[in-house]
């Protein structure tokens, strides 16, 4: 329960936060944006604001998030295994069990938990593959520093939740040698439909953020090289389709854990606050950095994240 309650107050508190950070302008102009959008944002005013601002790392450094989210998906899936194959607990299993109590821990099924740690896993590794050959960072591009720990503690607060909240029926708090998981109760319908509709949404958006992080990759030619408008697949009609991509990703997650699930609760309002934060000045940056280009491309305009919203 501690972890839990951790985990989705840690979430709650960075939304609340990254909403103050995009109203407050000593925030907003020194920790809020990252990448190219530091070239048309607000600088900051005060030296305390430059000396913040100060404090970034390249932000191709976001393929550290994947790295280490995917290291710790297949530790926590190892220990899993070793649960239930052979009785026994490995680190963060033995620490749970010591330091932690189930409450909370028994809303999600057996078979949801490894049904979302498949997913997710699927979802780090595709990740780190994009940032390691179809992306094209750039060099000067930077982000601040604690975007870096946000985005490292994210990943790794989602990988947790693909089976915290079902830990106890994993076998964590029970009494191992009496191990006895029912693993042959009965699927219901609702659990099929619900199943069948999240795996089919994931894949979905997992294939059309794909595409869209290949045409991004493909603007550049060379790593280092500047920026362009993007077109084709979903940017015809979105400013970031990858973002809306995103959280197609976490609402499909939500849907297989039939929103029963806190922590992926929490990771969907994040990353719907975060990218359309990040999303509304993605759009000002097209419109300043392209001027009368970028209207001709896109004469009818597009959403700027979500669909027939926003
Ligand atoms: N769940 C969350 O809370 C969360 C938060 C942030 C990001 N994400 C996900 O992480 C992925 C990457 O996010 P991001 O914010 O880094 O996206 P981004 O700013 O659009 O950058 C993605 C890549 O495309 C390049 N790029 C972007 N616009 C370009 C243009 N007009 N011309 C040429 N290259 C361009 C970037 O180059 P530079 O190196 O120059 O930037 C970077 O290598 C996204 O799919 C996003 O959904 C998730």
Same mark, same amino acid.
């Given at each position: 329960m501690y972890l839990i309650l951790f985990l989705c107050f840690c979430l709650c508190a960075l939304t609340i936060l990254s909403l103050l950070a995009k109203w407050i302008q000593f925030f907003r102009t020194s920790v809020l944006p990252y990448g190219k959008l530091n070239t048309t944002t607000e600088k900051p005013t005060s030296p305390l604001g430059h000396w913040l601002a100060q404090w970034t790392v390249p932000k /191709?450094?976001? /393929?550290h998030f994947y790295l280490v989210g995917f290291a710790l998906a297949i530790e926590n899936a190892l220990e899993i295994i070793l649960l239930s194959k052979y009785q026994l607990r490995g680190p963060i299993m033995s620490l749970l069990y010591m330091l932690? !109590?189930? +409450?909370? =821990? @028994? +809303?999600?099924s057996r078979q949801d938990c490894l049904v979302a740690l498949i997913l997710f896993t699927l979802h780090l590794t595709r990740r780190v593959y994009e940032s390691l050959y179809i992306e094209r960072p750039s060099q000067q591009a930077r982000m601040h520093i604690s975007h870096y720990l946000t985005g490292l503690g994210f990943y790794g607060a989602m990988v947790f939740g693909t089976w915290l909240e079902g830990a106890a029926n994993l076998g964590v708090y029970g009494d191992i040698s009496n191990? !006895? %998981? @029912? =693993? =042959?109760k009965q699927v219901s319908i609702p659990t099929i439909v619900r199943t069948t509709f999240g795996v089919l949404l994931f894949l979905y958006a997992t294939n059309h953020q794909h595409t869209c992080h290949h045409i991004l990759g493909s603007l550049?030619? !060379? %790593?280092g090289s500047g920026y362009q408008i993007p077109q084709g697949d979903w940017f015809e009609w979105i400013v970031v389709p990858h973002y809306l991509c995103d959280i197609l990703i976490y609402l499909a997650l939500n849907i297989l854990n039939g929103f029963k699930n806190w922590i992926f609760v929490c990771g969907l309002i994040w990353t719907t606050i975060n990218l359309t934060i990040t999303a509304s000045e993605t759009k000002i940056w097209y419109q300043k950095t392209f001027g009368d280009e970028y209207k001709k491309k896109f004469p009818k305009g597009r959403w700027i994240i979500l669909p027939w919203v926003y």
């Open positions: /191709a450094w976001f /393929a932690d !109590n189930e +409450t909370l =821990s @028994d +809303t999600m191990n !006895n %998981i @029912d =693993s =042959s550049r030619k !060379n %790593i």
